[in-house]
């Protein structure tokens, strides 16, 4: 009966989530590990994107002083360019027991540096808060920054209290901080991916830049605090917008990840995920805005490839406490401390490493880890039987 019932309000939630008449209006987003443009932009547009995605910075381009890697395909190439890796990055800082502190020079530890001398590490035992952060896929990520922000309060209303998302409005860095709901990041610190490739320029490889002309990015990091200007002989900004801008053009053309074999198996275990309710977060299909909708703070207009369509992530967007946080303050202050976003699981199957800190090495260990706002999920898949949890784990493998 438990499981009835949970399976009803599954149903439920998914028509609560896309009305059946929106979703008989739009269209399927298209899929594929292809290195092929959505339509967004054409297919040499495409290209010539990519290939500045996957160009591997120099020291004389302005590469760090400190950095993380040397190129947006570095971490973002598996499968296809705009895809995962197995590249982590280092967060820290001190809680006190009321609240959070970056450690000097910024919650982010580089793990890279042009001169040993100004190497970053962690300072020291006082700094408490450590934590690494996995790569997520890019792909998709077009259809995700053309989700209306009424679409992101229809999910979480219709979520159980228990389970319910916490959604954050963040400043649209080439709107001159005019907010939106934050969407990107595992903290949603950016609603826009030309933010987001700004902040991923600076911060991951250690290249100033301006976005839509400002001013935002064009500062260097220090190494734990202290200058590093005796090191870098490039004027900033190092990058004039144009690289931002054609970063943020590819991942708005790239294709959404597409699912694998679907079997008898798979078509089971989809079932048992709507009946332990892990699709109340990884929320199965959402649909984007009308084509023509003005978003980001009136700077981009949603094109016909981007709009009305209906995509199947997985996930929510939106930050939820499943008692795994890494305890890092970015956006939506000290409540949203031990909050992470929900994984979009599309393309999971493309991952070795898993959840945010990329500590879950099987989809079994990682399934018992949730505890928090989805205590009740992580109990169902408990009481599967063995032959439902290996139903459930061919779903996940399909994705």
Not at 122 to 141: A, E, H, K, P, W
Not at 177 to 194: D, M, P, Y
Not at 237 to 253: K, L, S
Not at 354 to 378: C, V
Request: with cysteine.
């Amino acid at each position: 009966m438990r499981l009835e019932r949970t399976a009803a309000v599954a149903a439920l939630l998914m028509l609560a989530i896309a009305p059946i008449a929106s979703m008989q209006s739009a269209t399927e987003a298209p899929s594929g590990f292809d290195n092929l443009t959505n339509g967004h932009t054409d297919q040499a547009t495409f290209d010539a994107n990519r290939e500045i995605f996957d160009e591997i910075e120099e020291i004389d381009e302005g590469l760090g002083p400190v950095f993380n890697m040397r190129g947006c395909g570095e971490c973002h190439g598996n499968p296809v360019s705009g895809g995962i890796s197995q590249i982590t990055e280092l967060r820290a800082g001190t809680f006190n027991g009321t609240s959070f502190t970056d450690h000097p020079g910024g919650s982010l530890i580089h793990s890279q540096a042009i001169d040993a001398s100004i190497q970053e590490h962690i300072l020291g035992t006082q700094f408490n808060v450590r934590t690494f952060r996995t790569s997520l896929n890019t792909l998709g990520d077009g259809f995700v920054e053309a989700i209306p922000n009424e679409r992101f309060t229809e999910i979480r209303n219709a979520q159980p209290s228990s389970m319910r998302g916490t959604i954050i409005n963040v400043p649209v860095v080439e709107a001159g901080g005019s907010t939106r709901v934050g969407r990107f990041g595992w903290k949603n610190q950016h609603a826009s991916l030309l933010s987001f490739s700004g902040d991923a320029y600076l911060n991951e490889m250690g290249i100033t830049n301006l976005v839509n002309g400002r001013t935002n990015f064009a500062q260097e990091n220090t190494s734990n605090g202290n200058s590093v200007a005796a090191f870098d002989e490039v004027p900033d900004p190092e990058d004039d917008g144009d690289d931002v801008e054609a970063f943020a053009q590819f991942m708005r053309a790239t294709k959404v990840p597409p699912r694998g074999p679907i079997t008898s198996s798979v078509q089971a275990g989809s079932a048992l995920f709507n009946q332990i309710q892990c699709n109340v977060c990884h929320t199965r299909n959402i649909i984007t805005s009308p084509v023509g909708n003005v978003i980001n703070a009136g700077q981009f207009t949603v094109t016909a490839a981007l709009g009305n369509k209906i995509i199947h992530p997985f996930g929510d967007f939106m930050l939820h406490d499943i008692g795994t946080g890494d305890g890092i303050v970015q956006n939506g202050g000290a409540a949203t401390r031990n909050m992470v976003r929900t994984a979009p699981l599309w393309g999971v199957r493309t991952r070795n490493r898993l959840m945010h800190d990329g500590e879950g090495l099987t989809f079994t260990e990682t399934i018992l880890r949730h505890a928090g706002q989805a205590t009740s999920s992580a109990n169902g898949f408990r009481n599967l039987n063995a032959t439902q949890k290996n139903q459930l784990i061919d779903f996940l493998e399909s994705l």
